[in-house]
């Protein structure tokens, strides 16, 4: 797909030495540089958005390998893949939309978290209920004098993607490809915002603290209470052989069923000292991760090619990358089974005693001493 004539890019003159003003969310920045215009275009056409293709095309044969090592590693690898690409997609999605003169500045600035949010404020879907939605609602309407698209565009990813393919024309076939890829970029924040999904990510890349494998569920009747089910009563709910396993801190419960949250560990004046760890088991379709590789490729192309044609290149050597319509319609890696399991133990805030920072300070130093006293004994205790 072709690109129209470009806009005049209002790009500085050579060996300009000046700044470039823009936000990342709704916070202000500032970068001075020399040939600023030239270090934005010189990043852009440094992208290689075919990275995360190759990483799935590249290991989508080991998932067939006899070994299960070989093909877990295969399935981490492209699932990590996943991870990374969307994070590098919608980075660059709104390093578009914020700072299209310099997306070089904008990327070193960003958080994974600003992104969530900014993902999160694009989605009514994504709001959450009560105070959470009235919060998200409240962070959108600071950021609209941030990005350049209007008000009624930056609500839903229709209006967001009608901008980034605008450049290609307006007829049927750049709507359908506005409309399919609107489509699937909603897809994709539902995974980038999920809980889950950013606890998994960080474990993996942050320490492998991750166990890698998938898992099955069954479900029966017992005939003797307190005895399993027999084999032949149980019934599937699915499973694969592909997946995670994960911990994630939480807070602390009333009662049994209640909801725990994620605590603020290290946040603000209100960080918290204490938690629990509840186990977190998701399960992948690798082979169709690799399809979604394909589009996150395909999508990065995109906006890249809408952020060049804005910064002044020659359109004539630009072109969109549309996939066939069929690739859109995949389940982005999630198996047709069960996908998620959090079951575990409770722990209830009655039953924690919860300390003062100064009293857990002093139970830390005392728990070091007694290392020293087991595992070094030629140190003596503070």
Not at 85 to 99: N, R, Y
Not at 330 to 335: A, E, K, V, Y
Request: proline letters at 7%; a negative charge; aromatic letters at 12%.
């Amino acid at each position: 797909m072709t690109v129209e004539d470009m806009p005049t890019s209002g790009g500085e003159s050579q060996h300009e030495y000046g700044p470039r003003f823009f936000a990342v969310g709704e916070e202000p920045y500032c970068v001075w540089d020399w040939n600023l215009s030239q270090r934005n275009l010189e990043y852009l056409e440094s992208l290689d958005p075919d990275y995360f293709d190759y990483v799935g095309r590249a290991n989508a044969p080991h998932l067939e390998a006899d070994d299960p090592k070989e093909r877990r590693r295969a399935a981490t690898a492209i699932r990590t893949a996943y991870h990374h690409g969307l994070e590098s997609f919608f980075a660059l999605l709104f390093a578009a939309l914020q700072a299209p003169f310099c997306v070089v500045g904008w990327m070193q600035v960003y958080s994974p978290a600003e992104l969530r949010e900014l993902v999160r404020a694009v989605d009514p879907g994504l709001w959450g209920r009560d105070e959470r939605r009235k919060q998200v609602r409240a962070y959108r309407d600071r950021l609209l004098p941030y990005v350049w698209v209007r008000p009624r565009s930056f609500l839903y990813w229709e209006g967001i993607s009608k901008a980034i393919h605008r450049p290609a024309g307006d007829n049927e076939d750049v709507k359908k490809t506005q409309e399919l890829f609107a489509t699937l970029w909603g897809r994709f924040a539902k995974d980038l915002v999920n809980d889950a999904f950013v606890s998994e990510y960080n474990s993996i890349k942050h320490g492998l603290r991750t166990g890698f494998g998938g898992f099955s569920m069954v479900i029966g009747p017992e005939a003797v209470p307190g005895e399993p089910a027999p084999p032949e009563a149980m019934h599937s709910l699915g499973g694969s052989e592909h997946g995670s396993s994960f911990f994630m801190p939480r807070t602390f419960v009333e009662y049994p069923g209640a909801k725990d949250k994620r605590p603020r560990l290290g946040h603000g004046r209100n960080k918290q000292f204490h938690y629990r760890l509840r186990r977190q088991a998701l399960n992948w379709d690798s082979k169709s991760l690799c399809d979604a590789l394909t589009l996150i490729t395909a999508s990065i192309y995109n906006v890249r090619t809408f952020v060049l044609w804005v910064n002044g290149v020659d359109p004539t050597g630009l072109r969109f990358c549309v996939p066939d319509e069929e690739a859109f319609t995949g389940p982005l890696g999630r198996p047709s089974g069960i996908r998620s399991s959090d079951m575990d133990a409770v722990v209830l805030k009655s039953n924690v005693r919860l300390l003062e920072r100064e009293e857990l300070a002093a139970e830390v130093k005392q728990e070091i001493n007694h290392l020293r006293e087991r595992l070094d004994p030629s140190v003596q205790p503070d």
